[in-house]
């Protein structure tokens, strides 16, 4: 059973503090996303990681694909109340399942 | 460009009923999939279809169904509703053959009472 460990579940920091998410797994994936989900709304896409040691940055999120493609990682940097969300990873297993293999997300606020 | 649309947006039904969730993919986006998303359980995968065919399910009873226009349009039906039933449903559209990059619809908030 392909897997994709996400942590920390839950954070809780003040605005201006930094910050890393990480995303872990055993197998190797061909392409790796990022979602940030608002509750009550579907889960945005943020980004898409390819190629192993990739780092691909979005304003002040900062995301880097592991060099063997098994893992992941999310930085924010002063981190601001508009991060509040549930962020998710999602990899592609690139097996014939058509079925993205999710992690458990992690649920970060950033307090004013 | 329209994102992908899913009607209704609230639905409360009874135990035993059945109920029909519809999804409009992005206009040009073959793949759709369909997801449960439970506060405990975070997103699990329904099915997931292409070009009308479904190419894969997850671990769901059979009361779950889902079919796939061919205007790509989809519907996902759960029949003798169960309390365990109410969820966030969630739909998403990609572009890619493989299902990947996906774009989300607001989801559909069920509730079985």
């Known amino acids: 059973t392909q897997l994709l460990e996400q942590s920390p579940q839950f954070l809780s920091i003040q605005e201006g503090e930094n910050l890393t998410v990480y995303c872990n797994s055993s197998?190797?994936?061909?392409?790796l996303q990022w979602y940030r989900q608002e509750p009550g709304e579907g889960p945005v896409l943020l980004v898409t990681?390819?190629?192993g040691g990739e780092v691909k940055k979005l304003k002040r999120l900062t995301f880097q694909f592991g060099d063997a493609r098994k893992d992941s990682s999310l930085h924010i940097t002063a981190a601001q109340p508009g991060d509040t969300g549930l962020y998710l990873c999602?990899?592609?297993?690139?097996?014939?399942?058509?079925?993205?293999?999710w992690g458990a997300g992690t649920k970060l606020i950033i307090k004013p | 460009k329209a994102g992908v649309t899913q009607t209704p947006r609230y639905l409360i039904k009874t135990r035993g009923q059945q109920v029909t969730l519809s999804c409009s993919p992005i206009?040009?986006?073959?793949?759709v999939s369909w997801y449960q998303q439970t506060p405990g359980q975070g997103l699990q995968f329904l099915f997931e279809?292409?070009?009308?065919?479904?190419?894969n399910k997850g671990n769901f009873p059979g009361r779950f169904s889902g079919r796939q226009f061919s205007n790509s349009r989809s519907e996902m039906n759960v029949s003798t509703l169960e309390l365990g039933d109410s969820a966030l449903y969630l739909c998403?559209?990609?572009?890619?053959?493989?299902?990947?990059?996906?774009?989300f619809g607001q989801g559909t908030r069920l509730t079985v009472v």
């Open positions: 998403a559209s990609s572009s890619t053959a493989r299902g990947t990059e996906a774009f």
């Open positions: 206009s040009g986006h073959r793949s």
């Open positions: 279809y292409f070009s009308e065919t479904q190419r």
């Open positions: 197998s190797v994936f061909s392409s």
């Open positions: 990681v390819v190629t």
């Open positions: 999602a990899g592609d297993p690139w097996d014939s399942n058509y079925q993205l293999i």
